[in-house]
């Protein structure tokens, strides 16, 4: 197994990087920062090498950090069981360390994203998490840098190898989060429909009606309407509804380079006809654009609008038969409730 970063691999440990090991991890300014003791002979990191070397258990990877330019290991990077949240499913904690004369070059952070890319694109976790002491403030640069969000403090959260108990610095960031954070990094966005060109906006409509059945979300459908009555109807549906129906905001996904890519539909809350089926949420790829890996894109930005909103979770529902929805909502950490009359129904937690 190897990841690519401009200057690294990170890759399965092997038994020839002992020596590595032992040259960064011999350092006494390197493995106190991490909680545990400097190696004193070459036999401690075979130990632990042997070991990572060894290991079957799927759930606790170990990467050896290869530096491009020299081909040796000048550090580590692991994603593990998080011992603070064991019967939390889909969570992992990230840990790392990189030989001190390595520090300051940027490293760590482009060792971390690759993680962080890894552990949610391949992993599919729901939830991963990483820690510091009070004192590593590298560490602190490295996780604020990489998008975490601060959980807070938890004193005497841990002892290090010589008993001493020490601050501890927590931080996490949840599926939905890492899909806003890379789709704002691309360059997406959601507007409301009024913010958009008038053009552009209903050649997608118009591309919607034509491709599909039934256009999804069911907001930006005009159903034969003038365009500026449906323009209206979606401003209204914020503040007031039929009896029968939740406030909603309509949203376009707009990127630089494709224009408007999809709509997505956020009910400020649940009816009992949304909670059956739904949900907070519909959205739906312009179909142009579609298969290009944009929809986790927009719903972890509708879920972040939901946030801001004040919904602390949200009911995401797809049919049973369309694969290609549930692996969307399931990359942006939808946990499935269960499946009825063919519809799934996912919560995912804000």
Not at 12 to 17: A, I, L
Not at 59 to 74: D, P, Q, T
Not at 279 to 307: D, H, T, V, W
């Amino acid at each position: 197994m190897i990841l690519e970063t401009e200057r690294m691999r990170l890759r399965t440990w092997r038994m020839e990087d002992i020596q590595d090991m032992y040259d960064y991890a011999k350092d006494p300014d390197v493995g106190p920062w991490a909680g545990w003791k400097p190696h004193e002979s070459l036999e401690e990191s075979h130990e632990i090498v042997s070991r990572w070397v060894n290991n079957t258990d799927e759930n606790n990877i170990k990467f050896a950090l290869e530096e491009k330019a020299s081909g040796r290991v000048i550090g580590s990077i692991g994603i593990e069981p998080d011992g603070k949240r064991p019967n939390i499913d889909g969570c992992r904690n990230l840990g790392y360390v990189l030989g001190k004369n390595y520090w300051g070059q940027g490293l760590m952070t482009e060792a971390v994203r690759t993680a962080i890319d890894y552990a949610f694109r391949v992993l599919k976790l729901r939830l991963l998490t990483v820690n510091h002491y009070t004192i590593n403030d590298r560490s602190r640069r490295v996780i604020e840098k990489s998008g975490f969000v601060y959980d807070g403090t938890l004193r005497s959260g841990s002892s290090i190898y010589n008993g001493e108990e020490r601050d501890l610095c927590c931080y996490s960031m949840r599926a939905w989060e890492y899909w806003a954070m890379r789709a704002k990094e691309s360059g997406f966005s959601l507007e409301l429909p009024e913010d958009i060109d008038r053009g552009e906006l209903q050649a997608m409509q118009k591309e919607f009606i034509d491709v599909d059945k039934d256009v999804t979300p069911f907001g930006l459908d005009p159903k034969d309407m003038r365009f500026d009555r449906w323009l209206e109807r979606s401003v209204a549906w914020r503040f007031v509804v039929p009896a029968t129906y939740a406030k909603s905001t309509l949203y376009i996904l707009k990127s630089p380079h494709t224009g408007p890519t999809g709509a997505l539909d956020l009910r400020h809350y649940l009816t009992e006809r949304l909670k059956n089926g739904g949900g907070n949420i519909g959205y739906g790829i312009r179909p142009s654009q579609r298969r290009n890996g944009f929809a986790p894109y927009m719903l972890g930005l509708g879920i972040e609008k939901a946030k801001a909103m004040g919904l602390d979770r949200v009911l995401v529902c797809c049919d049973d038969d369309n694969p290609a929805s549930a692996h969307t909502i399931e990359d942006c950490g939808g946990k499935l409730e269960n499946v009825v009359d063919g519809l799934r129904r996912y919560w995912i937690t804000i």
